[in-house]
């Protein structure tokens, strides 16, 4: 009977781990778009989630401070992340992390399982950097990932 109990709790255990490993942690930086809802988070290892757990980017490159390229899992080129403000292309806001919003943004809920990462593809030749702007993009920040994983 102990035997049994104790391989019930190392199942458990075991469970748990697997079942931790595959949630968001602590460490993930929540994205809100331009209305401050919570859309996205990028994990510790640079990968850019939706809030449903789907990975749809990455952050590429070593110097936060000139800025990061965001990339889709299919090769694209989205756009840079430079101090905690998400920009496309044409250097237009799509959304940012908490402390660059004057106002408060909305609760976070809970965030789903985290899929696997799909491979990624050859990245595009990145674009000349514009000058960022101060004006949202007409594009939401949740269909501004999505293409990446189009």
């Known amino acids: 009977m102990k035997k049994t ?12 781990l697997g079942f931790s490993a595959n949630t968001a942690s602590a460490n993930d ?3 809100f778009d331009f209305k401050g809802r919570p859309t996205a988070y990028i994990a510790k290892d640079k990968t850019i989630y939706l809030w ?8 590429d490159g070593d110097d936060p401070k000139a800025g990061l390229n965001i990339y889709g899992f299919n090769g694209k080129h989205l756009g840079w992340f ?4 998400l920009y496309d292309n044409d250097g237009m806001m799509l959304g940012g992390i908490q402390q660059v919003f004057k106002t408060p943004t909305q609760p976070e ?4 399982l985290k899929d696997l990462k799909p491979l990624k593809n050859l990245k595009d030749l990145k674009p000349l950097k514009p000058l960022f702007s101060k004006e949202w993009a007409d594009l939401t920040l949740k269909l501004f990932l999505k293409q990446g994983s189009e």
């Not at 109990?5 to 748990?16: A, E, Q, R, W, Y």
């Not at 430079?82 to 403000?85: A, D, P, S, T, Y």
């Not at 809920?109 to 789903?112: A, Q, R, S």
Request: proline share 6%; glycine share 12%.
């Open 5 to 16: 109990m104790l391989s019930v709790k190392h199942l458990l255990g075991f469970f748990l």
């Open 29 to 31: 930086v929540s994205l």
């Open 52 to 59: 449903d757990g789907k990975p749809v980017a990455y952050l």
């Open 109 to 112: 809920p809970l965030k789903d």
């Open 82 to 85: 430079k101090g905690g403000i």
